[in-house]
Every structure is written in structure tokens, then in C-alpha cells.
């Protein structure tokens, strides 16, 4: 099975520029699950959709939006970037079976906002 | 709430163990256990479950005290393989968020 791809790989944007970056999963997995990892503060954990609804969140301003289409593909978008923003971002997919799953990381997207 | 572990960062040589714990101040349901490689994704390395008991492959296992709200993750004469940062992650209640810890850096040397 192919594993969880993201794309682009890396991305350089500026101050006040939006930004979308997309997850796909693994094949048969529905959540999608989104964390932002920067050396400070290790993976920050921003949402998780399910079936096309976001099912848990995390404690980020509202220029951090997602969403899941019905193939379980994902993207994220952030409005407004600011310098704190640049970090990777890491998808992760999962089944889920309705016990404890495990995730499977992409490699990431690392965003660098100038 | 994002679990603490310690330490923050170990270095070994190889064939000597090492000891990384993950504590939460809320009642977990699930620990999972990732390693994560320089420029690389996490990799999952076990779960454990609310309820269950001490879990392992090859060299390296892990415990879950739900009393004390805590996990350890157990390595075994390390290898060189074992480098990497290791993040515990927690969930609270089932199909809750998973929130990862800081992460661990272990580095084992020759």
C-alpha cells in the first residue's frame, strides 16, 4: 500500500500570504489527523477530520482552518501567515477501527514564511 | 494537555539501556510511542491501552500505569538504529485528540 503523501514537499511564502497544503492517505484510512512540528514545541496537534467532518481540535488561531473531501483526501490552509508559522507540517491517517489506531505520518510539508 | 517526558535528551553507548517516562496530569485511555528520525516522519513504535499490560518488540518495550497516569518506554542494549527522538503521545478519552509530549532526543554512539 502506498503510504500518506503531502504535497508540495516545501514551500516559501511571505507575511500576509495564504497558504494550502494537501494530505493524502493512506487508501481505506477516514481521519486525517494535522500537527505542526517546530523545534520549540515539538508536534503541536491542529485538527483531525473524520468523514468529512472535523472531529477534534486544537488550540490555533482561526487562520488555521482544514478540510476533508469524500475520498478522505485533506487539505489545510492558513490565511494571513505570520513569521511564527514557518514549521513542518505533518499529516497523519489512521482507519479508524473504534479502538486506539495507529497513525501513519506523511513526510511533511515544511513551510518557511519570510 | 501536553504530556511531559523525561528526560529531555540521553546519550548512550551501544548496549547500555535507557529509560523514557510520559506523564499526564489528566486520566488517559491510550500512550502511543513514536520515533522519530532526523528529517524523517515518526515512525509508531507500540500503543497501550488503558487497562492493558507492558507491550515490547525486539528490544523495546513499554508499561502503562493508569494509577499514576504514566508510561515508560524500556530500551534494551541500544543500538545505533535507536538515535532518533521519541514522543510519547496520549489520548484522554477514545476518538479523543492525540497530543504528543515534547519529545525525548536519544542518541546512541559507538
Known amino acids: ?35 505542526q512540528q517546530t523545534p520549540g514545541q515539538g508536534l503541536q496537534f491542529l485538527f483531525e477530520y473524520f468523514s468529512e467532518t472535523q472531529r477534534n481540535k486544537g488550540n490555533f488561531p482561526g487562520r488555521f482552518s482544514g478540510r476533508q473531501f469524500s475520498n478522505s483526501r485533506s487539505e489545510m490552509n492558513v490565511s494571513t501567515l505570520e513569521l511564527g508559522d514557518s514549521a513542518l507540517y505533518l499529516c497523519a491517517s489512521s482507519l479508524p477501527s473504534g479502538a486506539p489506531d495507529t497513525q501513519y505520518f506523511g513526510p511533511g510539508t515544511r513551510l518557511t514564511v519570510l | ?22 506523564s499526564s496530569s489528566k486520566a488517559l485511555y491510550s500512550v502511543h ?31 502503562f500505569n493508569e494509577k499514576k497516569q504514566q508510561s515508560s518506554l524500556y530500551l ?7 538515535s532518533g527522538t521519541y514522543f510519547c503521545g496520549t489520548e484522554n478519552n477514545q476518538g479523543g485528540k492525540l497530543i504528543f509530549g515534547q519529545g525525548t532526543e536519544l542518541s546512541v554512539k559507538p
Open chain 1, 1 to 35: 500500500k502506498a503510504g500518506v503523501t503531502q504535497t508540495p514537499r516545501y514551500l516559501i511564502k511571505t507575511r500576509g500570504q495564504q497558504v494550502t497544503l494537501s494530505c493524502s492517505p493512506i487508501s481505506g484510512h477516514r481521519s486525517v489527523s494535522w500537527y
Open chain 2, 1 to 22: 494537555q501536553q504530556p511531559v517526558q523525561s528526560p529531555q535528551a540521553v546519550i548512550l553507548r551501544e548496549g547500555e539501556d535507557a529509560v523514557i517516562n510520559c
Open chain 2, 33 to 63: 510511542w513514536y520515533r522519530q528520525k532526523h528529517g524523517e516522519a515518526p515512525v509508531f513504535l507500540m500503543i497501550l491501552l488503558k487497562g492493558g499490560e507492558q507491550k515490547g518488540h525486539d528490544k523495546i518495550s513499554a508499561s
Open chain 2, 76 to 82: 534494551t542494549a541500544s543500538q545505533l538504529s535507536y
